[in-house]
C-alpha cells in the first residue's frame, strides 16, 4: 500500500509511512484521523467542492482534497486514492458510499491485499435505527448507560457528546483501526473494521454496567441499574459525599474522591485540622460511618459547609501531596497552565489563543510530534492549525496521483470535479 507519495513526516513515529483517506464528517471521524496524524500517518481528508469552508477543529497534521464524488472524474481520483491508501475512514451513515461505489465492497481486492476499511456509525449497522439520523445523546440512550447517569429525583443526564462520540466511536475505531494493522503484520490481508456508538459506549461502560449488578460488601451498590428509583444514590454515581464536588467561598469547586478508608480518614484528619469547629449545624463525623447510608445527608451537609468556609485556593493548599483524594477543579484556561504537562504560557491563555491539548499515550521511545500546522498549510510554523481550507492540498495530491498535465489539472478545476484555492480562476496564486 502507500505506492504515491505523500507529506514530509517524521520517519520514526509510529505510524510514518501509513496512509489515510479521510472522508470529511462530523467530530468523532475526524478525531481519529487526528490521531493517526498526530502519531505520523499522512491524512487525506476528502471535502466537498464548491465551499470554502469546513468546521473542523481536528484537522492539524492533515491534507485537504476538495473532489467530486458525484463526478465521473472526480469519482475515480477519490477510487485511485483508496487503491493507494492503507486505512480509510467512512463516517457516513449505511449505504453512503456504496451508493458512490466506493464502498468497502468495490476495494475487495485491495482489503484482500492489506487495506483497512473502517466504518464509524452512530447507530448499530443492522435494525430499525440502522438508517436514522441521530447524536451522541441518542446512541447513549440506546446502549442503556445515559438511564445510569444523573443525580438523584432527576432526570437523566448526558456527559456533553464524550461518551458516544469520542470514547464508543472515536476511541473504538482506532483500536479496531490498529488491531487491524497489527494483524496485517502476520496476513498481509486487511480487513474491515465495524465501530458504531451505540456498541461502543456499552464496552466502554463495562465497569459500570457489570458493577450495576454488584453490592460491594462495604461500598454498597456501586451504580445506579438505570432506574428512577436508584439513579444518583449510589457509590460513584453521585450519592456517596465523599466521590463529588463541593462549592468554596470564592465559588471556585472541589474534587473529592476519597473512597479508600485510609484516604477517607485522611479527609476527615485534614478538615478537621483546618477547622477545629465543624460549621454550624454540623459536627465532625468519624471514619467508621462512611458507609452508612444513613449518615449521609448529614455527611452530605457537612462536606458543603466544610468548603464553602474558605475560597478553592486555601482548600488547594490543604490538599496538595495528600492522599485524600481532593483537588481543585480547574477552569479550561487554569487546567492549561497548571493541570496538566507541558503547560501552556499564561501569555498564550491570557491573549485567549486556542490551547491545544497534547497527543496522548506518550511513547518512549517514538512519541507524536508536539501539535503543529498542517503540512503546507498557512499557519504551519506557527503551531496546530484550528481549521483547514478544503481543497488547500488539492494540486498537491493531483501531482502525487500521477497528474502531472497542467492542462488536465486545469480541466479538472473547470468541470468541477476537483476544488481548492487554487482553481483556474485564481491562477496568479496557482502551483500549476
Known amino acids: 500500500m502507500s505506492s504515491i507519495g505523500g507529506k514530509g513526516a517524521d520517519s520514526n513515529l509510529p505510524l510514518a509511512g501509513i496512509k489515510v483517506v479521510e472522508f470529511s464528517g462530523l467530530a468523532p471521524g475526524p478525531f481519529v484521523g487526528m490521531v493517526l496524524a498526530d502519531f505520523g500517518a499522512d491524512v487525506i481528508r476528502i471535502d466537498k467542492t464548491g465551499t470554502g469552508l469546513n468546521p473542523d477543529s481536528l484537522c492539524r497534521g492533515k491534507r485537504s482534497f476538495a473532489v467530486s464524488p458525484k463526478s465521473a472524474d472526480g469519482n475515480a481520483l477519490i477510487a485511485q486514492l483508496v487503491r493507494s491508501a492503507d486505512i480509510v475512514i467512512d463516517p457516513f451513515r449505511p449505504g453512503v458510499l456504496e451508493r458512490l461505489g466506493l464502498g468497502p465492497q468495490d476495494f475487495d481486492k485491495e482489503i484482500k491485499k492489506g487495506l483497512v476499511f473502517a466504518r464509524l456509525t452512530g447507530f448499530q449497522r443492522t435494525g430499525p435505527y440502522a438508517n ?20 438523584a429525583g432527576g432526570k437523566p443526564q448526558p456527559p456533553s457528546n464524550l461518551l458516544g462520540d469520542f470514547a464508543g466511536g472515536s476511541m473504538i475505531c482506532l483500536l479496531g483501526i490498529l488491531l487491524a494493522l497489527v494483524e496485517r503484520s502476520r496476513s498481509s490481508q486487511g480487513q474491515i473494521v ?15 454496567l457489570l458493577s450495576s449488578y454488584l453490592s460491594h460488601p462495604s461500598w454498597g451498590a456501586i451504580h445506579s441499574d438505570g432506574t428512577d428509583d ?89 490538599f496538595i501531596r495528600t492522599d485524600a483524594c481532593t483537588v481543585p477543579v480547574l477552569t ?61 492540498h488539492t494540486d498537491d495530491i493531483l501531482l502525487e496521483l ?29 502551483k500549476l
Not at 465495524?194 to 459500570?208: H, I, K, L
Not at 479538472?412 to 481548492?420: E, F, N, T
Request: hydrophobic letters at 35%.
Open 132 to 151: 436514522m439520523a441521530g447524536h451522541d445523546i441518542n446512541y447513549i440512550a440506546l446502549s442503556g448507560v445515559l438511564s445510569m447517569l444523573g443525580n
Open 194 to 208: 465495524e465501530a458504531d456508538m451505540v456498541t461502543g459506549a456499552r464496552y466502554v461502560s463495562s465497569f459500570v
Open 230 to 318: 436508584t439513579r444518583g444514590q449510589n457509590t460513584l454515581d453521585g450519592g456517596a459525599p465523599w466521590y463529588g464536588v463541593y462549592a468554596c467561598k470564592d465559588g471556585g469547586y472541589m474534587s473529592v474522591g476519597a473512597i479508600e478508608p485510609q484516604f477517607y480518614k485522611l479527609l476527615l484528619d485534614i478538615l478537621r485540622k483546618v477547622l477545629p469547629q465543624a460549621p454550624a449545624g454540623t459536627q465532625h463525623p468519624s471514619p467508621s460511618t462512611q458507609h452508612d447510608r444513613d449518615t449521609w445527608p448529614d455527611l452530605q451537609r457537612y462536606f458543603s459547609a466544610c468548603f464553602a468556609q474558605l475560597p478553592r485556593s486555601e482548600w488547594e493548599r490543604h
Open 332 to 392: 479550561r484556561d487554569e487546567a492549561a497552565l497548571s493541570g496538566v504537562l507541558p503547560a501552556a504560557s499564561a501569555e498564550s491563555v491570557s491573549d485567549g489563543n486556542p490551547v491545544i491539548p497534547s497527543p496522548a499515550p506518550r511513547l518512549s521511545r517514538t512519541p507524536a510530534n508536539p501539535p503543529s500546522g498542517s503540512a503546507g498549510g498557512e499557519w504551519e510554523s506557527e503551531g496546530a492549525e484550528m481549521l483547514l481550507t478544503p481543497g488547500e
Open 402 to 430: 500521477g497528474i502531472s498535465d497542467a492542462n488536465k489539472r486545469i480541466e479538472l478545476y473547470r468541470s468541477d470535479a476537483v476544488d481548492g484555492p487554487d482553481r483556474p480562476e485564481g491562477l496568479t496564486k496557482s
